[in-house]
Structure formats: C-alpha cells, structure tokens
Nanobody, 123 residues
Framework: VQLVVSGGGLVQAGGPLGLSCAAA????????MAWFRQAPGQAREFVAAVSWRSGSTWYADSVKGRFTISRDNAKNTIYLQMNNLTPEDTAVYSC?????????????????WGQGTQVTVSS
C-alpha cells in the first residue's frame, strides 16, 4: 500500500496545523494506521493511531488533548489535526499502516510507510 502524506510546514507556537495521509490504492486488509514523528537526533516517536474499521483512537500522552487523528474510509485517508503546537512538536511526521494488531506504538510492527513531512513550530 502506497501512502502519500500532505501538509506540514512552518507554524507559530500555539497555532494549528493539519496533516493528511492517503492510501493510493485499496486499503483492504489494513487494520490500523498511525502517525509517528522523529525530531533531529531523537528516536522515532509514536503520536497517534486509529482503527481502520472502528475509528477507535489512541494517543501519546505528549499530544493527548491537542492532536486529533481521524479517518475517512471513503477517501482511504487519515488526518492529524494538531492544535496548540509547541516547539517540542517540531519533527518529521510520517504515517504508517499495518494489517495486524499488536502494540500500536511500536513502529517496527508497521508494514507500510508514507514519506515524512517536516513540521516546524517557531517560538
């Protein structure tokens, strides 16, 4: 499954920004999709995940209450709405998809990855 990420850019602290991740083909078999991020010199970090079937969501504590992940099955797309951004949110954001359950925060359990997009939050 090819994943295409859109969005990202430069935003001031406190501002909003949205990302989208579209599957370029049928998502049959996809169980979960997620967003990860990686800041310079740091390990990849789980941000949020969504169940493709039920729409249930999971968040990292660092973004809970500020970020919202959602999916549009008809468009084969997931979204990440980021509000009240801080400089600590600056990172390259990537989306990922998996066909099975497991530990949703473990990046090595995801089979498909989209390209990263830079999100920079200025103070």
């Amino acid at each position: 499954v090819q994943l295409v990420v859109s969005g990202g850019g430069l935003v001031q602290a406190g501002g909003p920004l949205g990302l989208s991740c579209a599957a370029a083909e049928r998502t049959f078999g996809i169980a979960y999709m997620a967003w990860f991020r990686q800041a310079p010199g740091q390990a990849r970090e789980f941000v949020a995940a969504v169940s493709w079937r039920s729409g249930s969501t999971w968040y990292a504590d660092s973004v809970k209450g500020r970020f919202t992940i959602s999916r549009d099955n008809a468009k084969n797309t997931i979204y990440l709405q980021m509000n009240n951004l801080t400089p600590e949110d600056t990172a390259v954001y990537s989306c990922a998809a998996r066909t099975n359950g497991g530990t949703l925060s473990q990046s090595n359990e995801y089979r498909y990855w989209g390209q990263g997009t830079q999100v920079t939050v200025s103070s």
